[in-house]
T-cell receptor, first 112, second 112 residues
Framework: QKEVEQNSGPLSVPEGAIASLNCTYS??????FFWYRQYSGKSPELIMS????GDKEDGRFTAQLNKASQYVSLLIRDSQPSDSATYLC????????????FGAGTILRVKS | NAGVTQTPKFQVLKTGQSMTLQCAQDMNHNSMYWYRQDPGMGLRLIYYSASEGTTDKGEVPNGYNVSRLNKREFSLRLESAAPSQTSVYFC???????????FGPGTRLTVT
């Protein structure tokens, strides 16, 4: 099992729909969770951080964390073609010196 | 405030040549990282520096060396380039190991 796992996709959603991206992780002691967006040919860009169980909203983005089930998700409401990118989940893992470990990413395609 | 800068943006090397990738950050971060990203492989950590004066191997350190020149600068050296080192290289920095990382624009390296 990979330490930080994401479905590679592609996840295709129509414009205006809700895109749901999921990430599972292996370490029950993890405390820091981040979502990054990476456009093709560009570097990863931080879009959300979450540290406590529950939901955190920022504009059209909502991060959801469930530490008991060891998953973190990202919801994108009113998806736009400009949201088409690869979304990376990052989680701190004690096994790796408490450093962030990145998932391989989920490709999102928003069709107009 | 430039964030994380990397030079060069593109480089083509012949097998056996050497080169140094430069990275600098102006956010007063303690930790710095070098990643490579290959299609379908996600981000793989090559080396990191938890603080000035320290460096440690990551997941794929073979064929690379690093120098943390000061708090701002972290360089990656390829002593004898191989075609397997063709990749996109990203430098990143953070306040600490479990904090969010900020990425530079990347260096696209081709080894022929």
């Amino acid at each position: 099992q990979k330490e930080v796992e994401q479905n590679s996709g592609p996840l295709s959603v129509p414009e205006g729909a809700i895109a749901s991206l999921n990430c599972t992780y292996s370490d029950r002691g993890s405390q820091s969770f981040f979502w990054y967006r990476q456009y093709s040919g560009k570097s990863p860009e931080l879009i959300m951080s979450i540290y406590s169980n529950g939901d955190k909203e920022d504009g059209r983005f909502t991060a959801q964390l469930n530490k008991a089930s060891q998953y973190v998700s990202l919801l994108i409401r009113d998806s736009q073609p400009s949201d088409s990118a690869t979304y990376l989940c990052a989680v701190n893992l004690m096994e790796y010196g408490n450093k962030l470990v990145f998932g391989a990413g989920t490709i999102l395609r928003v069709k107009s | 405030n430039a964030g994380v800068t990397q030079t060069p943006k593109f480089q083509v090397l012949k097998t056996g040549q050497s080169m140094t990738l430069q990275c600098a950050q102006d956010m007063n971060h303690n930790s710095m990282y070098w990643y490579r990203q290959d299609p379908g492989m996600g981000l793989r950590l090559i080396y990191y520096s938890a603080s000035e004066g320290t460096t440690d191997k990551g997941e794929v350190p073979n064929g690379y060396n690093v120098s943390r020149l000061n708090k701002r600068e972290f360089s990656l050296r390829l002593e004898s380039a191989a075609p397997s080192q063709t990749s996109v290289y990203f430098c990143a920095s953070s306040e600490g190991p479990d904090y969010e990382q900020y990425f530079g624009p990347g260096t696209r390296l081709t080894v022929t």
